[in-house]
């Protein structure tokens, strides 16, 4: 199948590219910095997801995966959510397509995070839940995942510290934060296996939403 993801030079857009080649799929990532995958299935086309004028991929897609994001604030509107849509809308006339996945926030649910940051995945996710219904009927699988704590160089200022690193994994019911390639893993299921589970958020966080004390 040809596969569009977002964001794949590094973290878990980068994962999700590389389980579909692995797998033995055609891929074409967009990311703003240059590529960090070689494959020989693999393009790479460098832009900023933003641009009203994306590049097209050098086949239409079955598959389209949107995992490309920012962390920073002033940003997090225009990047997570406004240009995810545009993304989404660019591909979902596909003949081809068969499924689409958002990667969204375990934040989008709880809210535990920058103020900016929380309203665009959630807003991510509403937008998917949306297009589940404009797609349905084209037989289309629409679903996202909503992470907690992954092991990606975006959080190294929490996985070289010692002492955060311990503080977050404690808030977990497992007691650990997940690898990107489970991510990914979960990512390549809903998209490519999964024929039935269409408009819904999938929570990947260890079972950080479920952990509480309970006082009696």
Not at 54 to 69: I, K, N, Y
Not at 169 to 191: C, H, I, N, Q, R
Request: proline share 4%.
């Amino acid at each position: 199948m040809n596969v569009v993801v977002s964001g794949t030079s590094s973290g878990i857009g980068r994962a999700i590219a590389r389980k579909f080649l692995a797998e033995g799929h055609d891929v074409c990532g967009y990311d703003v910095r240059p590529a960090t995958i070689v494959h020989a299935r693999y393009k790479h086309l460098v832009c900023d997801i933003r641009s009203e004028h994306l590049p097209q991929p050098p086949a239409e897609p079955h598959v389209v995966v949107l995992s490309a994001g920012t962390l920073e604030e002033a940003d997090t509107i225009d990047v997570n959510l406004v240009a995810t849509i545009r993304f989404a809308q660019a591909f979902a006339a596909s003949p081809k397509l068969r499924s689409m996945l958002f990667i969204a926030s375990a934040s989008a649910r709880n809210g535990a995070e920058f103020p900016y940051y929380v309203a665009s995945k959630a807003g991510v996710v509403g937008y998917m839940k949306n297009l589940a219904l404009s797609l349905a009927s084209r037989g289309i699988t629409c679903n996202s995942i909503s992470p907690g704590g992954v092991i990606t160089p975006a959080n190294d200022h929490i996985l070289r510290s010692e002492k955060l690193y311990a503080q977050v994994k404690a808030e977990t019911l497992l007691g650990k934060w997940a690898e990107a390639s489970e991510v990914a893993d979960l990512a390549y299921f809903l998209t490519v296996t999964n024929r039935s589970i269409t408009g819904e958020d999938i929570l990947m966080d260890n079972g950080e939403m479920l952990k509480s004390n309970f006082i009696w």
